[in-house]
């Protein structure tokens, strides 16, 4: 199930911010941006593998914004938490990009053990 995130949903607070990006059709969106924002000012990049995946290491508690890239789709963003953060991402996130120009907000929780 595909569950939207807007200004007024959060998801539920992370302990560590990974995941994979991938296209409507559940294909792996490569070398896309994916960073994380504080009060509007970037404090981390990393950009997708071949795999897709992306993943962020040392994050501090606190409120953020999370925003995917990537050439041919819409911006992703969406506000996160992180609280009580943890060195080994159990939970990943799944972030789906929508070809074309205005802002895609659609990401899930998936609750399947990283690789």
């Known amino acids: 199930m595909r569950r939207a995130a ?3 949903t959060r998801l539920k607070p992370l302990r560590c911010v990974c995941g994979t990006i ?4 559940g294909e792996v969106v490569s070398r896309a ?3 994380i924002l504080k009060d509007g000012t970037e404090i981390a990049t990393v950009e997708t593998g071949k795999n897709g995946k992306f993943s962020f290491q040392a994050i501090k508690p606190g409120s953020y914004d999370l925003q995917a890239r990537a050439f041919g789709f819409r911006v ?3 506000p996160i938490v992180v609280a009580n953060p943890a060195k080994k991402c159990r ?3 799944e ?3 929508v070809g074309g120009l205005e802002t895609c907000l659609e990401v899930r929780v998936v609750n399947r053990p990283v690789r």
Do not use: H, K, P, Y
């Not at 991938?22 to 059709?25: A, F, G, K, L, R």
């Open 91 to 93: 939970q990943r996130l």
């Open 6 to 8: 807007t200004e007024t």
């Open 76 to 78: 992703f963003s969406a």
């Open 22 to 25: 991938i296209d409507e059709s």
């Open 95 to 97: 972030i789906v990009m």
């Open 33 to 35: 941006d994916v960073v």
